[in-house]
């Protein structure tokens, strides 16, 4: 499992350029889903999870999970997708062991507007 380059790339350097446009972060992660149609962002869904449990830094692994809940709003589905069925334990754990409360709060969010019961 490693992250996708498009993620990568965006997380590269991200607090140096996040100094010089502090809304570096948000203005990249929305150019990304705003390029993909409902079933591209359906398909990218597994790569936003695989970079969420890339990454050990509380701050981006909320953030990610943000953007995680845009790629479902942008498919425009119900259906949970298999790779997040597949994963979710490991994510939940992934998520529970990080270092800080924002990821937590966000995953919450994010399970009860993808109706997830867990």
């Known amino acids: 499992m490693c992250i996708h380059k498009e993620i990568e790339s965006i997380l590269d350097n991200w607090i140096e350029k996040t100094n010089k446009n502090e809304f570096y972060l948000a203005h990249s992660f929305d150019k990304l889903i705003n390029r993909k149609n409902s079933a591209e962002a359906f398909e990218y869904i597994s790569q936003m999870i695989d970079a969420i449990v ?49 990821s937590k709060r966000e995953y919450q969010e994010f399970k009860r507007d993808v109706r997830l019961l867990r």
């Open 54 to 102: 890339e990454t050990n830094e509380d701050f981006i692994a909320s953030l990610l999970i943000f953007y995680l809940n845009c790629l479902y709003e942008k498919a425009n589905t119900t259906e949970i997708h298999p790779y997040l069925s597949s994963k979710i334990e490991q994510l939940e754990v992934h998520i529970f062991h990080l270092q800080g409360e924002y």
